[in-house]
């Protein structure tokens, strides 16, 4: 083994380093800054819109692992009312196929993407907790109306689009 250029080698990582150090980050800064996720994902919860629901039961038997469970009654019209509704995230597989059964398209999935828990009893919800709120939104996986409100999808800090 020769010693011919000694130090070459730590000479060339130490360039890498500093060349690195004085570039403009390309990473985001997570918690303070957010991207927007693409517009047809599928989020970690379901979104359900009550007032176009006609209580069917639809979402409940398409579910391959019956996360949803679902309890009707007739109302005094004789028509179907949801009594119940149970979602259980921490056994949805987040597979879309109870949103693509619903009939009424009434049931999104979530645009958000921070549902972390550190307690599983913490991912069961009832009918009010999906409830389509102004901080619960519908993406637009299965709903070409919802994907053209959101907005485009960016990777960047800088706020690049990503082209499609």
């Given amino acids: ?24 980050p390309i990473t985001t800064q997570y918690p303070e800054k957010k991207l927007h996720i693409s ?29 949803i469970t679902m309890a009707t009654s007739r109302d005094e019209n004789k028509k179907l009312k949801v009594d119940k509704m149970d979602y259980d995230a921490g056994v949805c ?4 196929l109870c949103v693509e059964a619903c009939p009424q398209k009434c049931l999104y999935m979530d645009t958000d993407y921070e549902k972390a828990v550190y307690s599983r009893k913490k991912l069961n919800f009832t009918k009010e907790d999906i409830l389509m709120t102004e901080k619960s939104k519908p993406s637009g996986y299965y709903s070409p109306e919802n994907e053209a409100k959101l907005p485009k999808q960016t990777l960047l800090v800088d706020g690049k689009l990503w082209d499609k």
């Avoid at 083994?1 to 403009?24: C, D, P, Q, S």
């Avoid at 599928?42 to 359900?48: D, K, M, P, Y």
């Fill in 93 to 96: 597989i987040f597979c879309g």
């Fill in 1 to 24: 083994m020769k010693l011919k250029n000694y130090g070459e080698g730590i000479a060339k990582g130490m360039a890498v380093t500093m060349k690195n150090a004085i570039r403009t």
């Fill in 39 to 67: 517009r047809r994902t599928r989020g970690n919860q379901l979104v359900w819109d009550k007032d176009k629901c006609i209580a069917c039961s639809m979402c409940a038997r398409a579910c391959p692992v019956q996360c």
